[in-house]
């Protein structure tokens, strides 16, 4: 059963605006998270992360948000600039383990002009 | 500096066939992952090793063999290769450790593999 769930497949958010894409998890075990960014025919980028005992962490545009309660965390992309048109995954796992991540479907992010 | 290294980026076998995915990393790191990529299922975990000479199974390991011989290197294998491995693979590589920085993984470019 999926653990981290990203439910839109797909957004599309004019150039300069916010994007917005959210992620759920299941398992309260988790204590870090990330997100990674894939352009076709690449391998996926680690772009930003958070901490479980954090509940905002900004990198420049980008935004990481979580709600532990709420088992959900988000990333906002601010402003928006079409090369950040790309898929993200969000990305959970258990600190002091393995180090593998638990992936979730992915958003594909169109930015338009 | 080249990071994940994958060896092929591109295969078609026929059903039955074996090959072996290369997967080389220059950055000293511990641990090594081999994922596979398919349509609206994200990146799921087929293998891992923390270690030279360890290996382990991860969500969908099953027509899968790993080797890690070198600490470099981690082998994916495929002993009789099915339509349903038709995917894209992904290695990835992270360093042994208790800070943030630890579950970042690298990534590889990928290796599509079509399974006819």
């Known amino acids: 059963d999926q653990q981290v769930k990203q439910n839109s497949p797909s957004l599309s958010v004019q150039e300069g605006r916010i994007s917005i894409l959210n992620c759920d998890y299941t398992n309260s075990m988790f204590d870090y998270f990330l997100w990674y960014k894939k352009y076709p025919a690449e391998g996926p980028t680690f772009l930003i992360s958070?901490?479980?005992?954090?509940d905002k962490n900004e990198d420049g545009r980008f935004t990481v948000f979580l709600n532990k309660s709420a088992k959900h965390l988000s990333l906002h992309i601010v402003p928006s600039q079409p090369g950040d048109s790309a898929v993200y995954f969000c990305?959970?796992?258990?600190?002091?383990?393995?180090?593998?991540?638990?992936f979730g479907k992915g958003t594909s992010l169109l930015v338009t002009p | 500096n080249a990071g994940v290294t994958q060896t092929p980026k591109f295969r078609v076998l026929k059903t039955g066939q074996s090959m072996t995915l290369l997967c080389a990393q220059d950055?000293?790191?511990?641990?090594m992952y081999w994922y596979r990529q398919d349509p609206g299922m994200g990146l799921r975990l087929i293998h891992y090793s923390v270690g030279e000479g360890t290996t382990a199974k991860g969500e969908v390991p099953d027509g899968y063999n790993v080797s890690r011989l070198k600490k470099q290197n981690f082998l994916l294998g495929l002993e009789s290769a099915a339509p349903s491995q038709t995917s894209v693979y992904f290695c990835?590589?992270?360093?042994?450790?208790?800070?943030?920085?630890?579950?970042?993984?690298?990534f590889g470019a990928g290796s599509r593999l079509t399974v006819l």
């Open positions: 958070i901490s479980s005992i954090k």
């Open positions: 990835a590589s992270s360093y042994q450790g208790m800070g943030s920085g630890a579950n970042v993984l690298t």
């Open positions: 990305a959970a796992t258990v600190i002091a383990e393995t180090n593998a991540l638990n």
């Open positions: 950055m000293n790191h511990e641990y």
